[in-house]
């Protein structure tokens, strides 16, 4: 979406919040597939909006825990 395009020639890519989600298999409290089918129907809004790179979504084998396998990279990259 060019800034052209845009209502008021804003780029509304720079006023999405960065979204980082993270979910392990083994985690009792979320349910993966809810997860998964969340961040798909955010994924669709964001792509609409050229935005998909600020959204990340890391899947890991592990329980309710931080794996740190993408978290900390795109921590890195987006809140600077």
Known sequence: M??????????FRNYLMRRYEEQGRADP????DAAID???????RYELLDAGD?????????AHII???????WFER???
């Open 38 to 44: 969340a961040v798909s129907q955010m994924r669709t």
């Open 54 to 62: 600020r959204l990340a979504h890391d899947i890991h084998d592990g």
């Open 2 to 11: 060019a800034e052209a395009d845009t209502p008021f020639g804003l780029d």
């Open 67 to 73: 794996s740190g396998a993408v978290a900390y990279d």
């Open 78 to 80: 987006w809140m600077k």
């Open 29 to 32: 409290t979320f349910h993966i």
